[in-house]
């Protein structure tokens, strides 16, 4: 019976300052950070499980796959849960590095709230800056963690503040400043509420008197923080111009309000390593993420399930994980999916690798779903009789890498484009397909970083070993003079014999003009039907020139020829051409031609001009160093490369801007390569010829 559970449709109900109801928050920041170590330390506290694991001993429960664990850091998001106070809440770890981040790019837009989660060390702040871009631009609300604060330096959180500020288009609200005892960070002050606590490992912190060496930091700092509140609230404003005290609810609702409308960014310290700050943390979330019909406006559905990642590894097969708004959703459900209608298989709750199988999911609740072959990332699926649609996940990064694979035992090709194929419905940075003019099967990914783990996933999840290599260039070559030559292919060999004569004409092309091909033969001297086999002829000897490369700009004529009425055919004609044609083009200077990239750069200010040297180094042109057209504080750089030389270009850019730098690249146009370089390419491309 097709009964479809009744959809609510309420937006959830507000509690005093906050909603209620499922949660999801997204947990994202430069890898290192300590977020994984967060988000343990969150599960920890909330009794979700009963031990905090850590890193270094592999045991937390994000990172469980075995590449993440051997790296010590983030290769896909990290799914876990916890109930506070009544309230279930999602966490969507995301990786830091920048070959992982995208997976989460998705999940991002359904996210109650996020927690950009950064070190003290000011030096660090820029690495925030491309995430705090992105979530200004989809408007998604977020507070920011100050982690390893039991790591600060005295100064170091008010220093990392000022660096902040700039790159968040929203004011940064600081709530809590640290209290320190000689180089030892041990408790905060809450501004919000004017209390000092202490950290106690394991707990909650304990409430303690207002240190007196605190008092004149902590009334400066709490005045800013009313003030930036003010700027939303003409009361709050009226209480501050009396000089009056502001109630502590009504500043708490502020709090609360500003930050569930992203108006404001509160600002709070934690050590994931030691739990201080992880019960205010809790109490943030709850009282400060919005509910899910936030989220679910962003999304533009009411009751939809919307699709942010598709998982291959794990035990139960592939699982569709989404976000549920709108009411129940249940084991079996039918769904519209795409232009098709599908059933829900079972229902998981993840936790790390573990799976817990569930009857049912309620509004805002993420769930892994089996069975949904059909569902694809950014997908919102309908329920019974609803319209599906789509969100579409902006600026994923461009892949800049590539590489030639092969599966080092032959019998492993069926089981590696099996393999491949699931790699990359799990992985939207992931291309594979074949390049047809080099023959080779080629990986692209976000960076050598990322193609790395996807070839230990390979390893690990199917079997297969594969060998790589930088993928091979596409060389050309040309010509730089006319030849003219006579090709005849006969043989008389008994009975049926073979006979085509031609006399083919070559001369250079202006380059990017390609290839032409005309025929100027007269009175018949070959007929006309086996003209098109010459031409054929000329295209087979085109695919390798004389320097093994395929030829580009050139003209051929068909000037003059012979035929016999009984044993010319069209492969003799193709053959005498393509005789023709080689010898031709032996005899009209070939040269080499390589192709130039255009590459964009986009780097922090101040680093551009070392982006340059590094660009030069590698024989590019520079077209011009300028700030960028969009971002304030980063500078653009143009040039041309040749695209032998982008071989380990991002590590190299990537060293000089702290990894921030991005940059796009496009094919150019080819240019004339000469001297040593030309013949060192030409004398390797005869060695994989004589292979
Ligand atoms: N001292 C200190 N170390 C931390 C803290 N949080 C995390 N770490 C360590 O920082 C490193 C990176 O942590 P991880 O959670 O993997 O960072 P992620 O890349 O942001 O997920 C690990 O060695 C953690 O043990 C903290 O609050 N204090
Ligand atoms: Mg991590």
Not at 652 to 658: A, E, G, R, T, Y
Request: net charge negative; charged share 25%.
């Amino acid at each position: 019976m097709g009964t479809a559970p009744s959809a609510n449709l309420a937006p959830s109900p507000r509690s005093a300052f906050g909603a209620s109801g499922a949660r999801m928050i997204a947990l994202v920041g430069p890898a290192g950070a300590g977020k994984t170590s967060l988000a343990e330390a969150l599960l920890f506290a909330s009794s979700a499980i009963n031990r905090a694991g850590s890193i270094e001993a592999g045991s937390t429960v994000g990172d469980a796959s075995s590449e993440a664990r051997s790296r010590g850091g983030s290769t896909e998001i990290n799914l876990s849960h916890f109930d506070w106070l009544g309230d279930r809440f999602t966490l969507l770890d995301l990786p830091g590095a920048a070959g992982f981040i995208a997976d989460g790019f998705a999940a991002l837009q359904s996210a109650d709230l996020v927690l950009v989660v950064v070190d003290p060390v000011p030096e660090r702040a820029g690495l925030v800056e491309p995430l705090l871009r992105r979530l200004d631009a989809l408007d998604i609300p977020h507070a920011i963690v100050v982690n390893r604060v039991d790591t600060a330096r005295a100064g170091s959180v008010h220093d990392l503040i000022d660096k902040l500020q700039p790159l968040s288009r929203e004011p940064l609200a600081l709530r809590q400043i640290p209290i320190r005892e000689g180089e030892q960070v041990v408790g905060y002050v809450d501004l919000a509420m004017e209390r000092a606590y202490r950290y106690r490992s394991g707990s909650e912190s304990q409430k303690i008197e207002m240190p007196a060496d605190i008092a004149d930091l902590e009334r400066a700092d709490r005045g800013k923080l009313l003030e930036t509140l003010a700027d939303f609230d003409d009361e709050l404003l009226e209480t501050l111009l009396m000089d009056d005290i502001p109630d502590a609810m009504k500043v708490m609702a502020d709090l609360a309000e500003d930050t569930a409308h992203n108006r404001v960014i509160p600002v709070v310290l934690t050590s994931a390593l030691t739990g201080g700050g992880i019960h205010r943390l809790l109490k943030l979330l709850r009282h400060e993420a919005p509910g899910p019909m936030e989220a679910a406006t962003r999304v533009g559905t009411t009751d939809g399930i919307h699709v942010f990642k598709v998982a291959q590894g794990s035990a139960v097969g592939r699982l569709t994980y989404a976000r549920v708004y709108g009411g129940l959703l249940q084991e079996g459900e039918e769904l519209v999916v795409g232009d098709k209608t599908a059933r829900c298989g079972s229902l998981f709750a993840v936790q790390g690798e573990k799976t817990v199988k569930q009857a049912s999911v309620g509004t805002g609740e993420v769930i892994a779903i089996s069975k949904l072959d059909d569902a694809s990332v950014g997908m919102v699926l309908a329920r019974k009789g609803g319209a599906p649609s789509d969100v579409a996940v902006p600026d994923y990064p461009p892949r800049n890498a590539k590489l030639a694979i092969a599966a080092r035992d032959r019998k492993d090709d069926v089981k590696l484009s099996a393999a491949l194929h699931k790699l990359c419905d799990e992985d939207p940075m992931l291309e594979w397909g074949h390049d047809e003019a080099t023959r080779e099967t080629l990986l692209r990914g976000v960076n050598d970083d990322h193609l790395e783990v996807v070839l230990a996933r390979l390893r690990r999840r199917y079997g297969v070993v594969v060998d790589s290599r930088p993928p091979s260039v596409a060389y050309r070559e040309s010509i730089r003079k006319s030849a003219t030559q006579r090709g005849r292919h006969k043989k008389q060999s008994g009975g049926h014999g073979q006979y085509g004569d031609v006399v083919l004409e070559i001369a250079p092309l202006e380059r990017g003009e390609g290839f032409r091909f005309s025929d100027r033969t007269v009175g018949g001297a070959i007929p006309k039907q086996w003209i098109p086999a010459v031409e054929m002829g000329v295209r087979d000897a085109l695919e390798a020139g004389p320097l093994g490369f395929p030829v580009e700009d050139v003209a051929v004529t068909l000037t003059d020829g012979s035929h016999h009425s009984v044993d010319s055919s069209e492969l003799a004609f193709r053959i005498a051409g393509r005789m023709a044609a080689s010898e031709a083009l032996a005899a009209a200077a070939p040269y080499l031609l390589e192709p130039i990239c255009r590459l964009v750069v986009d780097m922090p200010t101040g680093t551009g001009s070392k982006a340059v040297s590094v660009l030069s180094s590698r024989r590019g042109q520079i077209l011009g160093l300028l700030p960028h057209p969009d971002w304030e504080r980063w500078e653009r750089v143009e040039a041309l490369l040749p695209e032998a030389n982008l071989q380990g270009l991002d590590g190299d850019l990537c060293s000089l801007s702290q990894g921030l730098a991005q940059f796009t690249v496009s094919f150019d146009h080819l240019a004339e390569l000469t001297g040593k370089q030309a013949s060192e390419v030409v004398l390797a491309r005869k060695d994989v010829a004589a292979a």
